[in-house]
């Protein structure tokens, strides 16, 4: 047989038991044997270099080394979904959709909703190509290295399926795994992770693919996304991705009505303790691909699916002490230091107790027995006192007055629920958390720069403040611990790097209270410069659409301080973006000004994303769905069909790509 088939006919029959094992869970060769094909097939490779091939089985192992990660603008957006947490609450969404439908025909899919990280997986020509996480939704991480080593993940496709496609799922680490990774890790003297979740979403980001190959991660699919029209429901289209090859879990149901729901929920809220994997809860979509389309999405999640969240566990302990932390904002944040206990599959150790407020509704106090459970965040929460197990001599509790680490007396302003610690610029965690955020990847984005080396650089004395990391030199961060000359070079080059970021990032870097990134990008895009938003009066300001009085004193605040004034102007002189670059400017109009527009279909000459881009920076606005209140629409190929009549009905006028392009000329 001459090499080429060799090679084939291994790659092949490796996929194949790999799928038979991973996927349908049914070995169909000794471990024994799968090693010697495998050892086989990797000498013929590494003989035979002319047949590489990135989806060879043999690349599963991993082995591929990557610094950093590329930034991958998701082709359509991954959005979050909305949750419910009762009958009610899956019936007033029922009643909403049918609202919207007009109709009552409608039928679900029920999902269970796997706890992990999720991953948009493309492939071309029916071979594996990428993997991207999720990151804000809008874009993400390209991980694809580190996903082709799940061995779940087929890397080569069967033909019948569609052509055009993205494939959503999440990353999950089954219990069984979890639990033998902890056990080494504890033998080995180090602690154990804290929970599959967080475990899996972290090995995403590993950089030597070997070291994902090593952990059981498994990969559960839940969406198919395409224009293609092959498939009339998402039922069908989950089938039909199983069918050919991804892991889909069996436990997919289809349901007539919300009551059928139901039964799916109440089922799975007992079983699920027997599952593999932790599952949080139920995700409930609409089955017809049409009727998704026509409800669309809101800003955040879409119309056509919602989470339903199984009950908390909860369970009680002993409340040892509260402790204080603070954050970067100064804000104080109580925290209960508990008696370790076992909850819902993690050792709970410590609970937020958010702000003084909480602690005097609950009158939590030391020594108590307090009910504590576990929500979908990471850390839990305490919910009340166990009063009937509360000593005698049991004291109030009295709020800290000062803060636990610079000892400043602590502030309340009116109407707010933190404390603050008002030393903002001699206040160890402040000054190092407004460096953190500022380097942060939603702000300036700094690579080679990470939150302890912050640390490190601000107790060695290098560093007071976000504008002193441009003043770093190679020569004074080499000598510090475990810092090599070249990873001292990429953190400079780094910093340097982000002279170029946006003002609207920089904004937002700055850390202002109350300035998130979408108010930074209102403010950005109505003042264009910090000298102008310096000049901004308070009225000024809040007639900025969206902008209320709050976000506005403290704008105002922020950037009347001395010590924030001169910081500015150290940024400015090392020529960080201060203001909207000309390039960004030319492109903003107010053409579209108090314009709704809704863009459905595939486009040409620019991507979807790029189309709402230019509608908002000509001051138009992107809606999902099409209403009264709908101006135009954007169609390109394969509009949907209920879009098109209902745009009919109402009579909005449809523009063309072309038209468009002409409209923002
Ligand atoms: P959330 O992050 O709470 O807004 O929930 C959205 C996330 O749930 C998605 O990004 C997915 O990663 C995850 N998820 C888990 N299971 C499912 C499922 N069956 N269908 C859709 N999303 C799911
Ligand atoms: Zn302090």
Known sequence: MIVKDRIESLRKELNEHNYNYYVLDNATISDYEFDIKLKELEKLEEENPEFFDPNSPTKRVGGEITKNFNTITHKNRMYSLDNSYSKEDLLDWEKRIQKNLGTTDIEYTCELKYDGASINLTYENGK????????????????????????????????????????????????????????????????????????????????????????????????????????????????????????????????????????????????????????????????SLLQQEELGYTSKSPRWAIAYKFKAEQVTTILNEITYQVGRTGAITPVANLEPVHLAGTIVKRASLHNADQIE??????????????????????????????????????????????????????????????????????????????????????????????????????????????????????????????????????????????????????????VGETVAKKLAKHFTSIDNLSNASFEDLVAVDEIGDRIAQSVIDFLSDENNIEIIGRLKSYGVQLEVSQENLANQTNKLEGKVFVVSGVFHQMSRTELKKAIEDNGGKVSSSISKKTNFIVAGDNMGPSKLAKAETLGIPIVSEDDFIEMIK
Request: hydrophobic letters at 35%; one cysteine or more.
């Open 361 to 514: 509704k609950l009158d939590v106090r030391i020594g108590d027995t307090v009910f504590v459970e576990k929500g979908g965040e990471i850390i839990p929460k305490i919910m009340g006192v166990d009063l009937s197990k509360r000593a005698e001599d049991s004291v109030e509790t009295k709020y800290a007055e000062h803060c636990p680490v610079c000892n400043t007396p602590l502030v309340r302003t009116e109407g707010d629920a933190k404390h603050y610690c008002p030393n903002e610029f001699g206040c160890a965690p402040q000054i190092t958390g407004k460096i953190q955020h500022y380097i942060s990847r939603k702000a300036m984005d700094i690579d080679g720069l990470g939150s302890e080396t912050v640390e490190l650089l601000h107790k060695e004395g290098l560093i007071k403040n976000y504008a002193d990391i441009y003043d770093l030199k190679v020569e004074q961060v080499v000598p510090l611990e475990r810092m090599a000359e070249k990873s001292a070079k990429n953190m400079i080059e780094g910093i340097s790097k982000s002279k170029e970021i946006p003002f609207e990032k920089v904004l937002f870097a700055l850390g202002i209270r109350f």
């Open 128 to 287: 594996f190509f990428s993997a991207v996480t999720r990151g804000d939704g809008f874009q993400g991480d390209e991980v694809t290295a580190n996903i082709r080593t799940i061995k779940s993940i087929p890397l080569n496709l069967s033909d019948d399926f569609i052509s055009n496609f993205e494939m959503r799922g999440e990353i999950i680490l089954p219990l069984e795994g979890f639990h033998k990774m902890n056990e080494d890790r504890v033998a080995n003297g180090e602690d154990p992770y804290r929970n599959p979740r967080n475990t899996a979403s972290g090995s995403l980001k590993l950089q030597d693919s070997a070291e994902v190959a090593k952990r059981p991660l498994d990969c559960l699919l839940y969406q198919v996304v395409t224009n293609e029209t092959k498939y009339k429901t998402h039922f069908e289209s989950l089938n039909a991705a199983r069918d050919c090859g991804f892991k889909v879990p069996k436990t997919i149901t289809l349901a007539k009505s919300i009551d059928e729901v139901l039964e799916f929920v109440n089922h799975w809220d007992v079983e699920r303790h027997n599952l593999p994997y932790e599952t949080d809860g139920v995700v409930v979509k609409v089955n």
